[in-house]
């Protein structure tokens, strides 16, 4: 079965530096988005992606945070200047349908752990 | 705002036990998911429900919509150990861009 797939599976890095995490989604889904899950916390929203541009946006996805759909697989996250409470947990989804259909479940990946030091 | 309240967060009972665990809100959504996650990996899909009302069954997993699409549960019958995980129940709004907004889920302990 297909499946979303990110690495890195963890990365470390210090506060200030830029980090990217990686994804590849299912092939045939159209919409994609970033979540992500601070250790203990619900898993919240970042980001949506449609057609190559940002459909929505959480209050969480501000200047320090951009995504690329550089070719027809990979999407990725950029944080330009990674906090200590960037630390978390971020989770990639796809899925095919239009919100509202009843028919869009997410598939996610397997999560990048975000270690900032 | 959207918010989706699980109650209860932690639940920890003998296998054999049946239990329910509910997803309320005070908005409208067009369906609700219900996910299960491993420590260490993303959530996956158990089940939407669509319809008010609507019930499904996944072996012993009960799933119900409730009549006016804003609160939803999960019952578990005669649970095993292999239920242990994180239960995420999570809402698509009724508007076209709405996001899925998730839970804060119900950490759910099966003692053998």
């Known amino acids: 079965e297909p499946e979303v797939t990110q690495t890195p599976s963890h990365q470390v890095t210090q506060m200030g530096q830029e980090v990217i995490l990686r994804c590849v989604p299912i092939?045939?889904?159209?919409?994609f988005y970033w979540y992500r899950q601070i250790l203990g916390q619900k898993v919240e929203f970042l980001v949506s992606f449609y057609n190559n541009e940002i459909s929505e946006k959480s209050e969480i996805f501000d200047d320090q945070f951009s995504v690329e759909r550089p070719d027809g697989s990979n999407f990725t996250l950029k944080i330009r200047s990674t906090k200590l409470e960037d630390s978390a947990m971020y989770f990639c989804?796809?899925?095919?349908?239009?919100?509202?259909?009843?028919?869009?479940?997410?598939?996610f990946g397997n999560g990048t752990r975000l270690t900032v030091t | 705002t959207q918010l989706l309240e699980q109650s209860p967060q932690f639940l920890s009972i003998q296998e054999g036990e049946n239990l329910t665990v509910y997803c309320n809100s005070s908005s409208v959504f067009s369906s609700l998911q219900w996910y299960r996650q491993e420590p260490g990996e993303g959530p996956v899909l158990l089940v939407t429900v669509v319809t008010g009302g609507e019930v499904k069954k996944l072996k012993r997993l009960t799933f119900q919509f409730g009549d006016a699409r804003k609160d939803s549960s999960l019952h578990i019958t005669a649970a095993q150990p292999g239920d242990t995980g994180l239960y995420l129940c999570?809402?698509?709004?009724?508007?076209?861009?709405?996001?899925?907004?998730f839970g804060k889920g119900t950490r759910l302990h099966i003692l053998p």
């Open positions: 989804a796809s899925n095919l349908a239009i919100n509202g259909a009843g028919n869009s479940p997410l598939h």
């Open positions: 092939s045939n889904h159209l919409y």
């Open positions: 999570a809402g698509e709004g009724m508007n076209r861009d709405d996001k899925i907004i």
